[in-house]
């Protein structure tokens, strides 16, 4: 059975699931993994969600206030012999239900090119790609992602990356 859980940053199975995720990175990114890691850290984040199969954590991702309207989706992962049946989707989808009740209204995110699963996953779950925003302006093997969130896409019309990318992360 497949459950959710909404904590902080200290929860133990988050900081396992980021170990990992850790782990990955430094091989996908390489030389470039200390440049993303200082952008990756997990103290003093509000907002996590965990997913539970039969009791093992094999799921998380977080968001970070980021300007007044939106939130930045951090440390999405999978667990490698889950990957492929939704797991992402669901949790990226409840960090988006939860973000819009707070109010926000956008959610932005970075990931890296050679991540083909990660493209895949924000494209699929409507994302669309914007300029690099922030510290990966000058990151070549960055691209970022934002989607609209929240019920009413009229009143969220006015919300754009333009909105977000030229302020300081919360």
């Not at 012999?81 to 926000?104: M, P, T, V």
């Not at 699963?117 to 000058?138: F, S, W």
Request: proline share 2%; with cysteine; charged share 25%.
């Amino acid at each position: 059975m497949l459950t959710f859980k909404r904590c902080d940053s200290n929860d133990s199975d988050f900081q396992a699931l980021v170990r990992e995720l850790d782990r990955y990175l430094a091989l996908i990114d390489g030389e470039e993994h200390a440049f993303y890691a200082q952008y990756n850290k997990t103290d003093s984040i509000k907002h996590v969600v965990l997913a539970y199969l039969d009791g093992r954590a094999v799921a998380c991702g977080a968001f970070k206030p980021y300007g007044e309207k939106g939130v930045e989706i951090k440390r999405m992962y999978a667990a490698p012999d889950l990957r492929g049946q939704g797991l992402a989707s669901k949790i990226l989808q409840e960090l988006e239900n939860w973000a819009a009740s707070l109010g926000y209204q956008l959610c932005v995110l970075e990931t890296g090119k050679r991540q083909a699963d990660a493209v895949r996953l924000y494209e699929k779950n409507g994302y669309h790609v914007i300029p690099n925003y922030g510290q990966y302006v000058e990151a070549h093997n960055s691209v970022c992602y934002e989607k609209r969130i929240g019920s009413d896409s009229v009143e969220h019309a006015n919300v754009n990356a333009g909105d977000i990318q030229d302020l300081t992360p919360a």
